[in-house]
Each structure stands twice: as C-alpha cells, then as structure tokens.
C-alpha cells in the first residue's frame, strides 16, 4: 500500500536559520509531489510541485526552494528563515494529472522565532 | 490567485443535523475535490466529482456540481461528532500537472 512519510512533526528554528523538511513515498512509482503552506485558521497555499526527478516547479516566489533528488523523495528547504515562514506544512503526492486525489502527509508545524 | 471559495466559513450544528457547505470557483475545472482536515493534522480526501458529473454520493456525503454557476455543495448527512473539522474545496485545472487549488475551508462544529 502506498504511504507518506513527512517529518519532522514541529519545528522551532530562529530567525535566519537554515530549513530542512523531508518527504518521502511508498509504495508508488513517479508520483507528482507537492508542498503546500497553510496558514493558521486558513487555506492550502502550493509552493512547488514536481512530476518528475530533478523537476520543480515554484507557484509563488518566495524565500524557499525545494528539490527532489530521487524520484519518491521531496524536500523544502531554506537557506535563511524570515518570521513569516512560519505555519504548517504540507506535502502530498498523485498519480495522473489531477484525476485522482491528492494523499497528503501528517504535517509540520513550523514556528520562526 | 484563489480559485475556490467555501461557504460558510464556519458552521456549528446539533448530531444528527444535516451540514451542507458551499463552494465558488473561477475558472474552468478538470473536477472538483472535497478534503476533511482534523485540526493540526494532515488533510484526508472525501470525494472526487469530474466536470461531466452532477452529483455524487459517497456514505453520507452527497456532493453536486453546477458548471454553469461554477459552484458545488457538500452534504453531510446525520452529522456526528466525530464529523467537527474542517473541509475544503479544491480544484484541478485543465492542465497536466495535476496541480490542486484550494479554498479558506468551512469549519464545522457538530455538538454532541
């Protein structure tokens, strides 16, 4: 069966600091894989997606990146936090372009201080 | 840019009430999704209804769409308590990268 795995579950780093999240897939080939921001109380944000190894695309320019160096492996990452980083982080993964649902990872709880 | 937008933004019901949320999208959709998040946890897919569908039934949710007023509900019937989440809408453009825009969410509170 297919599984998400997201760590870790909260975070607290200060201001300036580097950023490393890790997501990785089970059970499924050349998935698409997404991260998604949400803010307390409010929507999904997409930060980036990828369809395929080596291949990211970024929704919204801000201070992050992300990389999938294997093809069940996406990591978001940071190479300076700013207070507004801070929330709740989602990855997720699909098969096909957007005809099934997404699964979506446990979450982590990012707090900028 | 925000495509879906839920309707109303929070909800409180008695169990056994029926809970039905709205959902307003821009712009030409592949389907529409609905999603449950437990709070703090990762979000958990309900049910998938295709731009060729009206309406859709999984257990007691009962989803509709209407492409011509770009709008769809969900209905949870005989609500319980374990129901009390959040759930949101999303849509998956006509694209080929199976990316999915959501909205602000419906909070609902189902009381004992």
């Known amino acids: 069966s297919q599984t998400i795995h997201q760590w870790p579950a909260t975070l607290v780093q200060p201001v300036g600091s580097p950023l490393s999240l890790e997501c990785t897939v089970e059970?499924?080939?050349?998935?698409?894989l997404y991260w998604y921001r949400q803010a307390a109380g409010r929507g999904l944000q997409l930060l980036f997606y990828?369809?395929?190894?080596?291949?990211i695309s970024s929704e919204v320019p801000q201070n992050l990146s992300a990389s999938r160096p294997q093809d069940r492996q996406f990591i978001l990452s940071s190479k300076k936090l700013l207070l507004s980083d801070s929330g709740f982080y989602l990855c997720?993964?699909?098969?096909?372009?957007?005809?099934?649902?997404?699964?979506f990872g446990s979450g982590t709880r990012l707090t900028v201080v | 840019s925000q495509q879906g937008e839920e309707d109303p933004q929070a909800l409180s019901i008695q169990e056994g009430e029926n809970a039905t949320m709205n959902c307003s999208y821009k712009?030409?959709?592949?389907?529409l999704q609905w999603y449950r998040q437990n709070s703090g946890r990762g979000l958990v897919h309900l049910i998938l209804?295709?731009?060729?569908?009206r309406e859709k039934h999984s257990g007691r949710l009962r989803v509709t769409l209407d492409t011509s007023k770009k709008s769809s509900s969900l209905l949870i019937t005989a609500s319980r308590a374990a129901d009390t989440a959040s759930y949101f809408c999303?849509?998956?453009?006509?694209?080929?990268?199976?990316?999915?825009?959501f909205g602000q969410g419906t909070t609902l509170q189902v009381k004992p």
């Open positions: 997720a993964w699909s098969v096909g372009f957007g005809t099934t649902g997404y699964t």
């Open positions: 059970g499924t080939s050349n998935p698409n």
């Open positions: 990828s369809v395929g190894i080596g291949q």
């Open positions: 712009t030409s959709i592949n389907n």
């Open positions: 209804i295709r731009s060729n569908e």
């Open positions: 999303a849509t998956a453009l006509p694209s080929n990268t199976g990316k999915l825009i």
